[in-house]
């Protein structure tokens, strides 16, 4: 008796070229345990929105500039997984910082992608350009990028996979974030996705685990 | 007019398998404007002083231990380079920390190798094996080994190389440690020695400069 692909929701902010390659994995075949449901935005105009509308995916905009706490606005992105019987989030570049609350209740069902080799240049304040500006002026020659699982603490839950990018002498933070996106992030965040997918998959451990 | 090519001192305390990637290396014409002239150990019964003598580079021995404070170890440290005219220090496996009195005196003359990317898992109480131990325990994917210029703070000074390598499921760090020598230190300690010591050759910049 098999059971249905994961269902995994994507929550996005901005231009959502990791949701894209999240997208082209499932349509290559690298991705095949997982389906992606949903896309989530916390930004009505966010560009990754016109991506899954592209592919048929259904979108919500729940913005936490409506919610007056993040109790609310994460009651009511629960609500929305629940009512979607997600059992996987994925994180592209999402820039809403969850609460313990929220990433207990998924527990090992949220991932997050980062542009650096975790313990460098992660935690609270490293999040976009910024991370590759501190791998610059450090002048490492080594960089790339992680994907772990979200808990508590900003990108301390356990790492599923990392991928090594070289930086280059006439490397700006721009260039560098892009490099690292296409060498490292477009790839291991399909596969990461992949190999959760599949656990949870083959466990049978379905959507009614999870506690909400 | 040519100048001969610049004089490095190998530092050891052990085993001393950098010391024989940089023998290797010359021999095989990666490094060719440099040459070791001088091995220099802490410990009289370190193997590395084997390997010297077997390649006809002459050796030193200065134990620590015969002086009661590191000024007078380190002032016959000096005493020994400035008698062979070193102009590059490289620590290969050196366990005695250098005071900042030291490596000033030889700024950007002394390179070391460390066996991670810098900054994960670097600086006071991590050498040798709890630096891979700590990659492991932290569960890192992507560990790597970079050589850089000393300076005053432990393993601070600027990054000259940085090589990645991956991390296997069923490491202990005994085989990582091994794996991070023989696919990233024995490989970028020499270039990094063949890249200095280029720039000294050309920059005409012989020991002269060199504060002692």
Request: charged fraction near 25%; hydrophobic fraction near 40%; aromatic fraction near 8%.
């Amino acid at each position: 008796m098999q059971r249905p692909p994961v269902k995994i929701a994507v929550f996005v902010s901005g231009g959502g070229t990791n949701l894209q390659a999240l997208i082209d994995a499932q349509k290559s075949g690298i991705i095949t345990h997982g389906k992606i449901e949903l896309v989530v935005s916390n930004k009505p105009n966010a560009y990754a929105l016109e991506r899954a509308k592209n592919n048929s995916i259904e979108t919500v905009v729940i913005n936490n500039k409506d919610y007056s706490d993040k109790r609310e606005f994460e009651a009511e992105l629960k609500k929305t997984l629940k009512a979607h019987e997600i059992e996987l989030i994925v994180l592209a570049g999402f820039m809403c910082i969850l609460t313990a609350d929220f990433t207990n209740a998924y527990k090992n069902r949220i991932l997050n992608v980062h542009p650096s080799l975790i313990p460098s240049f992660c935690g609270e304040g490293f999040y976009g350009l910024r991370v590759h500006k501190a791998a610059l002026d450090y002048g490492v020659k080594v960089t790339g990028a992680t994907v772990h699982f979200v808990n508590e603490i900003p990108d301390g839950g356990k790492i599923i996979l990392q991928k090594a990018v070289s930086v280059q002498e006439t490397d700006t933070p721009e260039i560098l974030q892009r490099r690292v996106m296409e060498q490292a992030e477009w790839h291991i965040l399909p596969e990461a996705c992949e190999i959760v997918s599949k656990e949870i998959y083959e466990k049978g451990d379905a959507y009614e685990h999870i506690q909400n």
